[in-house]
């Protein structure tokens, strides 16, 4: 993970792009009715608008507020691949609903409110998935090799400084969690319940009406045939 703010500045641009073209392809698919050559092609045209607000979302305002929320649940000295998890997570629970709402407004023929939460359903399946099985372990393994002599000499002190206070006693566990822990589990279980079934409700209305259509087909040839 960055170390200091230039690798910050690194890391969010290389996320950035690769987040954000990976949910282009994704909705640019489900417009064509499946992924073809021309899909990332096509995905490429709208890669100078979103990325930057992409980056400009997390790295200035999305990535703190995540931080402050995943350490709700975490604490400093846990394993850091649990912390990183944790933030991807947050990360991906707030830049879902913005980036979905802004794809609306640009990209959408239908620019109203029913339109943005069937954008949000479909999307957030798919980012917190990406994010946390490919996109991210990606990116950290693009980071990691190009500044890797940098952060082994970071890691290095701070194992020392760890070792010198490894003497102290930690802090008891937290009786209770707090209630913005609480409520971050329960909109993500409950969003995640909310996705599925959105999902499958447009998918069986989609199919209702296609059987509908063809059984109104086959009714005007069966008319027109007597």
Not at 173 to 190: E, Y
Request: glycine share 4%; aromatic share 12%; hydrophobic share 50%.
């Amino acid at each position: 993970m960055p170390k200091n703010k230039f690798q910050d500045v690194i890391f969010t641009a290389i996320m950035a792009t690769i987040m954000v073209y990976g949910m282009i392809v994704y909705n640019v698919a489900l417009n064509m009715g499946g992924v073809r050559g021309e899909t990332f092609i096509a995905a490429l045209h709208e890669m100078p608008i979103m990325v930057p607000i992409a980056f400009i979302l997390e790295f200035f305002v999305v990535g703190k507020i995540a931080r402050m929320l995943a350490f709700t649940v975490m604490r400093p000295d846990d394993r850091p691949q649990f912390i990183t998890y944790a933030i991807s997570i947050c990360i991906c629970c707030i830049m879902c609903p913005i980036m979905s709402l802004i794809a609306t407004i640009l990209f959408k023929d239908t620019k109203d409110f029913p339109t943005w939460i069937q954008t949000w359903g479909m999307n957030f399946p798919m980012a917190i998935l990406y994010q946390m099985f490919y996109c991210g372990p990606l990116v950290r393994l693009i980071f990691r090799a190009i500044f890797r002599d940098e952060n082994e000499k970071c890691d290095i002190l701070r194992l020392q400084n760890f070792t010198k206070q490894k003497g102290k006693k930690r802090m008891g566990m937290r009786a209770k969690k707090s209630i913005t822990v609480q409520l971050l589990i329960f909109f993500m279980i409950i969003w995640g319940v909310i996705s599925i079934l959105l999902m499958s409700v447009l998918y069986w209305t989609q199919h209702l009406m296609t059987e509908t259509n063809l059984e109104g087909q086959k009714e005007r040839v069966s008319y027109y045939t007597a």
